[in-house]
């Protein structure tokens, strides 16, 4: 993840792949759409239906100049609740809480599962049944039930994002947890250690490089489920909240805009993560 | 029954510091592992167990360490049953891997252990110190395992193993995956950690010259079922150090474990 002198090269040109994609894209996206438009009569300052493909006003894919104006208009200004940046931060902070809350709870599931035969055979068909649920579906149930109780605002979005979030952390803390080998067991059996001290000193330190693997897919889960959860409800804040809005209004440059911010987010915090794990694991090469 | 006198093996007085006594271990599946095996050991000796896969030599490490327990014969351990010598921490493992603890630093590794076993912190500190110096690995206090060399690593384990001080050192084929170079060394580096350390060390391996020049006693077991075929004395002298591999004292006494392997060997073709 960390990005060194040596990378910059092929990652300059993976963007510039991206960007040169894009253009072509464009235009076949928006030209049907520009010659029917032309063919219709419609009054537009361009020559040509190639041309008018990177003028539309409601294009399929908005033309380059179009989406910088698009950015610009919902990030500025920063202190605007109709902006980007507040809205991300909210988005960002449910998708934090639910992994915590996420990486609570998959931890006693994990336990559980290691410890306990029985818990895995009773309990796991219904951890991968939870997951098989449509999030979609789930989502305005949880936060009718969840308001009933004087839970309300963000505290549903980020339980709904751990509810995503957790499975990828109960299995990958699973397998983490038994991943020490039957040597290294024996060898703390040879010292008679308790099986606390086992799970503390060799379980435990051996499950963290799964448990930040599974970090990783979890966020990228938990963003999606926040943003979900808030396009599905009730919401005041989030980017949800702002692409429902854009669906609505059919703003098809405002839900580019809100795609690209959403993915940018997913990588800010998949890259805190990385950073989360080379703090906690300073071992590892 | 191996009851009769085998030469070179000291008379059961009762006061061997180990003692194994008619004992058979039968795996769940019905795999014999060890049949009838009786064998003393004293108080600061070096016995090799030798011999080919299957053989039980692994398996009677595992017995004396508690680990698996025996379907029938009794082992004495300084008087105390071998549970009771794991509770009393009187032995040391090494295994075949150098099972560290890859999040530890070697300094830290050695003293897992200490941490288990509840030293207080200036102990422990004091103690794993001592061990790096003893194996001369005190200047890799902390580096992390995969900055060392295998056979750095597993010194690394054997200083782990001794922190504590415990009477007994047994070692599985502790440099089994090492080139020969460096296991010679570590041969060398391991009689002279015995001489120090005065522990009384049963050693697990299937190599003959590392049995012959590590050896006081050489016990040559042979599979199917695994037991003790024989037991034969290392009488080259003290200390020991490369040209005791160039002597022909040292070929006569490899040629004697050889050919009590292949006696066994024939054994194994017959059935």
Known sequence: MRARAGNLGPMAVVAAAAVLLYLPLVVIANYPLAQRALERGAVMDCEGPLACAFSLRNPVIPAPGQLFTGIYNLLLPLDSPSAIPINAFWTGAETLVGLALAALVGFLFAVGLVLSRAFELSVLPWIVASQTVPIIALAPMLVVLLGQYGVQGWLPKAIIAAYIAFFPVTIGLAKGLRSPDSLTLDLMKTYRATTFQTFLKVRLPASLPYLFTAFRISTAAALIGAIIAEMSTISFYGLGKMLSENARASDVVGTWVLMIASAALGILLVACVGWVERLVTPWRR | ?271
Request: hydrophobic share 40%; charged share 25%.
């Open chain 2, 1 to 271: 029954m191996n009851a009769t006198a085998v030469p070179g093996e000291p008379a059961a007085t009762g006061d061997a510091l180990v003692s194994v006594r008619n004992v058979t271990m039968i795996y769940g599946g019905g795999t014999v592992a060890l049949k009838d095996a009786t064998l003393d050991i004293e108080q600061g000796e070096f016995v090799s167990l030798i011999g080919p896969s299957g053989c039980g030599k692994t398996t009677l490490l595992r017995l004396l360490a508690d680990l698996i327990e025996p379907s029938s014969g009794t082992i004495s351990i300084g008087g105390k049953s071998p549970a009771e010598a794991r509770r009393d921490r009187s032995y040391g493992y090494v295994f075949q891997a150098p099972t560290l603890m890859e999040w530890r630093t070697v300094l830290a590794n050695v003293m897992l252990p200490l941490e288990v076993m509840g030293f207080p912190r200036e102990e422990r500190q004091r103690r794993a110190e001592a061990m790096l110096a003893l194996v001369g690995l005190d200047k890799f206090a902390d580096k992390y395992p995969w900055q060392l060399s295998g056979g750095m690593q597993q010194r690394v384990s054997i200083a782990r193993a001794l922190s504590f001080d415990p009477q007994l050192l047994y070692m599985d084929e502790p440099f089994g995956a090492l080139d020969e170079i460096t296991r010679e060394n570590l041969n060398l580096e391991l009689l002279r950690l015995w001489r120090e350390t005065g522990k009384t060390v049963i050693f697990v391996t299937h190599s003959i010259p590392e049995a012959v020049f590590l050896s006081t006693r050489i016990v040559v077991m042979t599979p199917r079922p695994g037991k003790i075929e024989t037991v034969i004395p290392v009488d080259l002298p003290q200390p020991r150090d490369f040209e005791t591999r160039e002597t022909s004292r040292f070929f006569e006494i490899a040629t004697e474990v050889r050919e009590a392997l292949r006696k066994g060997h024939g054994y194994e073709v017959e059935v």
